[in-house]
């Protein structure tokens, strides 16, 4: 099974600030497979990036993917107050999907 | 517009079965493979199980397989989870979640709370 390690744990930033969070797999993950969330206390997650650099429908073009291998990165260029939530990264391969433990963005 | 709606979560003890369903609309059903996914209470989303279009392809994580039984009635938009055999480590909220065919998850719905406690 493919362990996801995210990075920071907890990201504690201001509105108007640039967000970078990393996502790394125990072993090379294929880019069309990585996807990353956001979760907001009490809500369902919602899809953001997937093939790794790919924004879902919807998603404003402040967020941004990136990575290859066993390093990715989602970052968020400005963050506004909607965007202080739980990220987490997720992978499909071998017919098994894993998420990340996720990363927590605060408002400073 | 794609909507998810869970139910069917509750109390059980541990042991017991329970059923859970997802009422999906917006989009044709049979195209798509389906998913469960849970998250236990302050804890990260963990993937449970998958079901290909027309019901024939399963998939589950190790953790409840045998336990578990994943389907579907395309006829009625419906998903389905079997859930038997209950443990405390499987209290969580149950999401159903559309694939993307892309190896994510498009759409969730707001999930269904399961507790399994004596």
């Known amino acids: 099974e493919v362990v996801l390690t995210q990075s920071p744990g907890t990201l504690s930033l201001s509105p108007g600030e640039r967000a970078t969070l990393s996502c790394r797999a125990s072993q090379s993950v294929s880019s069309t497979y990585l996807a990353w969330y956001h979760q907001k206390p009490g809500q369902a997650p919602r899809l953001l990036i997937y093939g790794a650099s790919s924004r879902a429908t919807g998603i404003p073009d402040r967020f941004s993917g990136s990575g290859s291998g066993t390093d990715f990165t989602l970052t968020i260029s400005r963050l506004e107050p909607e965007d202080f939530a739980v990220y987490y990264c997720q992978q499909f391969g071998s017919s098994s999907y894993t998420f990340g433990q996720g990363t927590k963005l605060e408002i400073k | 517009e794609v909507q998810l709606v869970e139910s069917g979560g509750g109390l059980v003890q541990p042991g017991r079965s329970l059923r859970l369903s997802c009422a999906a609309s917006g989009f044709t059903l049979s195209n798509y493979w389906m998913h469960w996914v849970r998250q236990a209470p302050g804890k990260g989303l963990v993937w449970v199980s998958r079901?290909?279009?027309?019901?024939?392809?399963?998939t589950y994580a190790d953790s409840v397989k045998g336990r578990f039984t994943i389907s579907r009635d395309n006829a009625k938009n419906t998903l389905f989870l079997q859930m038997n055999s209950l443990r405390a480590e499987d209290t969580a909220v149950y999401y159903c979640?559309?694939?993307?065919?892309?190896?994510?998850?498009?759409?969730w719905g707001q999930g269904t709370l399961v507790t399994v406690s004596s």
């Open positions: 079901i290909n279009g027309d019901g024939t392809y399963t």
């Open positions: 979640a559309k694939d993307s065919r892309a190896g994510s998850f498009d759409y």
